[in-house]
């Protein structure tokens, strides 16, 4: 069995008033195992940031502004998802802008589902944590899954953290190997999907414009707050190699 666990940041919340992809991520799992492939494009939306978006995303139309839009990349997007399962977090939303990308690039490109079956997350977050806050960042303290590098959105960086979170999720049998055979707790399932080394999560090297993309954005912290979180992160882990 094939999945795409899949993500995308948008310039805003709502595909209908104008809003575009600016980043798609997505991993590969075969057999609920991490293959290494992967698929990662930033995009140029040639539209503005919504107010909040930006901030939330570090993302900007100057650090876009060489990037492809989403019709030149369409077609190996398609065929990376093509017979796939998409394994999406709120699918609804990132769906809904995909479906409105395919439909700007041309009407030959179909919907989602024309390439592909979708999982929502949330929807089965919801069935087994019902009343309860199942955002990303929720499931990942509720299961274990450690997020803690997770400063700003990032569709790749999502796209991991959602592959260990789904297979967290939807484990607690031995099935896949995590176990000795009997019951494993969520939590003690997504220990093993990240330690065992025939599953590690698949580690992508940082591109020197995405380097400058985050230093920019810790620049602009820095200004705004004086420091920056990430300063803070690495203060703490020198100290603890000294």
Known sequence: MRQIIL??????????TGNRVVEIGCVELVERRP???HFHRYLRPDCDFEQG???????TLEFLADKPVFGEVVDEFIEF??????????AAFDVGFLDNELALAGAQYGRILDHATVEDTLLMARQRFPGQRNSLDALCKRLGVDNSHRQLHGALLDAQILADVYI???????EIGFG??????????????????????????????????????LEKLRKKAGRAVWDAMLEEVAEAVA
């Not at 998802?81 to 709120?90: Q, S």
């Open 81 to 90: 998802i093509r017979g796939a399962e998409l394994i999406i977090h709120n």
């Open 180 to 217: 000795d055979g009997g019951e494993a707790a969520p939590a003690q399932a997504a220990t093993g999907f990240r330690s065992t080394a025939a599953s590690a999560r698949p580690r992508v090297a940082i591109l020197p414009d995405e380097l400058a993309a985050h230093e920019a954005r």
């Open 168 to 174: 967290a999720l939807t484990s607690g049998q031995g």
């Open 53 to 59: 978006a930006q901030e939330v995303t570090g993302l």
């Open 35 to 37: 293959t290494g492939n």
């Open 7 to 16: 993500d995308t940041e948008t310039t805003g919340l709502n595909w209908k």
